[in-house]
């Protein structure tokens, strides 16, 4: 920043700023320089990332070469969606940081990026697999499922970076909720056509234009909670651990129903609201 001088009306440039600019830190771009929001959201890619990997090395792969182990596979689907569970502490985390710091000019292209990783690559990868390893399941057919579900999550990440909505507020079934969803759903181990209606049903939702809402001050503390809770049924029953199976479908069963009761309560909502104008608007009228 050059300065001018009152009384001789030159310019002039302070010291310290020609030493930033000497050592280059002036001349970095400012959508160059990751904030703490960027760095969790960047941690929040990598989870998907590898929750990818576990699929594939510990399930996949696994039998594709024929082996009858069990164990491994579980342990790989638990440590799979464990870290689907992480990647939706990192997303909730970013967004917090974010409003109480700062964040980077190119956060909101990262947050969707990494959001499309892990709530929409995964998930639809483990549908994917579930198709090729379920001994009930239509590998085709459950291929056309996963692609379902990934251009949902593309479709709805596309919409909230062009719509603006009331604050407070989500069109759709946001995609974290969404994928832990239809990832509950595989884990239930239901009859092959449930399995796929049901994640089909999710895919509607996060397209759809239910509202949800946003995930602040108690609600916010109530999903860390609900996901740290999730992390350990999957270890109870990654471990075999006494009754870890069934704890495990009683939280898949209670992910599904809170997938299901949101939209209800939400149109409930809605039509009560369109009851209310209706009346004030026949109030209104009479004399």
């Known amino acids: 920043m050059t300065v001018i001088d009152p009384d001789t009306q030159a310019g002039w440039v302070p010291e310290g700023e020609i030493e930033g600019d000497l050592d280059g830190t002036e001349d970095m771009p400012l959508s160059m320089r990751l904030s703490i929001a960027d760095t969790l959201t960047l941690g929040n890619a990598t989870c998907g990332f590898m929750a990818v990997y576990f699929t594939t090395t510990g399930i996949l792969i696994p039998h594709l070469q024929g082996s009858s182990e069990s164990g491994m596979a579980r342990h790989s689907a638990a440590t799979a969606v464990i870290l689907m569970l992480m990647a939706a502490i990192f997303d909730l985390c970013d967004g917090l940081v974010a409003r109480k710091l700062r964040s980077s000019p190119m956060g909101a292209e990262l947050d969707n990026l990494s959001d499309l990783i892990s709530f929409g690559l995964a998930p639809a990868y483990f549908v994917l697999v579930y198709g090729m390893v379920a001994d ?73 234009r239910v509202e949800y809402p946003k995930p602040r001050g108690i ?56 009851r209310g104008n209706r009346r004030e608007a026949r109030t209104a009228q009479l004399p």
Not at 224 to 249: K, R
Not at 266 to 273: D, I, L, M, Q, S
Request: proline content about 5%; aromatic content about 8%.
């Open 136 to 208: 009930d399941a239509h590998q085709r057919v459950a291929a056309v499922a996963a692609v379902v579900v990934l251009l949902a999550v593309v479709l709805r990440l596309a919409r909230f970076s062009c719509v603006t909505l009331k604050d407070g507020m989500f069109q759709g079934m946001p995609s974290p909720f969404g994928a832990l969803t239809v990832v509950s759903i595989v884990l239930l181990e239901l009859p092959f056509i449930p399995t796929l209606l049901a994640v089909l049903g999710v895919a509607w939702l996060m397209v759809s």
């Open 219 to 274: 609600l916010a503390v109530a999903m860390l909670s609900w996901i740290v809770g999730a992390m350990g049924l999957l270890a109870a029953w990654a471990f075999d651990a006494p009754g870890g199976y069934l704890l495990l479908q009683t939280g898949c069963a209670l992910q599904v129903v809170l997938g299901a009761v949101i939209p209800l309560f939400a149109t409930a909502r809605r039509v009560n609201t369109f």
